[in-house]
């Protein structure tokens, strides 16, 4: 089984950027004649490691396909609804504003953070991804797609990584705050700490049968 | 994205607006007045497609304790305070806005104005001694008013009160 795969197909090169604060995206080259379409699969180290993704765009012009592929349900660069809300909790105005653009809220979002009350709220028709960004200055957190395709929103409480003991440090930049690391299983996610460092951003790039994670500190 | 950019500068753009996620609640918006629903609370339709119907959304006047009842069809600037969407206001007036109310300080009186009637009680005239001519004719009028007239506007604007 090749060692990174989207939407089953071997991954030639690549690349695989998980910020803190937003939606990952990736880019990359398939062992494939044709490019897949809608909601795909990225799996790494064998399957191990999955995200819930979609293709924004891509196309085979030399017999690879080339394509990039957007967490979750591709509806976050979708322009929501103009809408005027009063009296409703931030809860409400999440669900209705993913739920137009096809996308998730994560089941983990605190309760504390759903019930924050809106005494009005007006959603200008811009790009879901900018309303989400305004909704969750209310409570003054982040957001991210996760993994499995969903959003979450919250303060961070950056649990440490699994599986430290099995990294390898490649490269420390410590000018750049960051780490080139290898993994069997490239588990590391933003928002985690790692040797007692706070992750601000992953990216997995794909290489030769290899990936290499960059790894970006908030100390920095 | 907007047609007046191309697909160079679309992704910084957006970087920009993932950065300032609120900038387009910074702008004042032109809209039509649609319903006053209370003293100082209107419905707006924006013209601008981009944004919502408002709904009784507060109206800032600029004076302290001024209260404003005006017909639908008025032009308003609509807002956000702090660019914060949470905090939707209108205020500033268009041309051509029709007010079917107004007042100051809580209102109760209407306000006079140069030409409305002023009334002046009979006591004060008690000082005139009129005298009329044996052999008929115009009155004629000695004396005057005594002390200070206790006078009244008896009728003020429709419009505007003061209080």
Known sequence: MPFA??????????????????????DFAL???????????????EGELVFEGTVLRGGAPYQTALVRVVGGAG?????????????????????????DAD?????????????????????????TGEVLSSLALVPGVPWRMLPDGSIWLGAESWPAAAGQAGW????????????????????????????GRQVSYVEHRIEAGKLRAHVYYEDA | MSALLDRIKEPFVALVRSVFPRIDYLALYPGTVVLQRGPNAIDVQCDDPRLPGFASIPLFLGEPSAVVQVQAGARILVGFQGGDPRYPFAALWG???????????????AAARVGDPVKLALSDLQQFVFTAPPTGGPC???GGIVGTP??????????????
Request: net charge negative.
């Open chain 1, 5 to 26: 795969t989207v939407a089953g197909l071997p991954v030639v090169a690549g690349k695989l950027c998980l910020p803190r604060a937003g939606n990952w995206h990736g």
């Open chain 1, 103 to 127: 996308e998730v809220l994560s089941g983990t979002v605190s309760a504390d953070v759903l019930a924050t009350q809106l005494p009005a709220w007006a959603t200008i028709q811009q790009p």
């Open chain 2, 140 to 142: 004629t009028v000695t």
């Open chain 2, 150 to 163: 206790a006078t009244q506007v008896s009728a003020g604007s429709s419009k505007v009160q003061l209080g």
């Open chain 1, 31 to 45: 062992d494939a004649a044709s490019a897949p379409t809608g909601k795909v699969q990225v799996a790494l180290a």
């Open chain 2, 95 to 109: 041309n051509g806005a029709v007010v079917q109310s107004l007042s100051f300080a809580g209102g109760g009186h």
């Open chain 1, 75 to 99: 509806g976050l660069t979708q322009d929501a609804a103009a809408k005027f809300y009063q009296g409703v909790t931030l809860q409400n105005v999440l669900e209705d504003v993913l739920g």
């Open chain 1, 168 to 195: 390898q440090l490649l490269q420390d930049a410590p000018e750049l705050g960051r780490q080139i690391l290898a993994a069997d299983v490239p588990n590391l996610l933003p928002g985690q700490t790692f040797g």
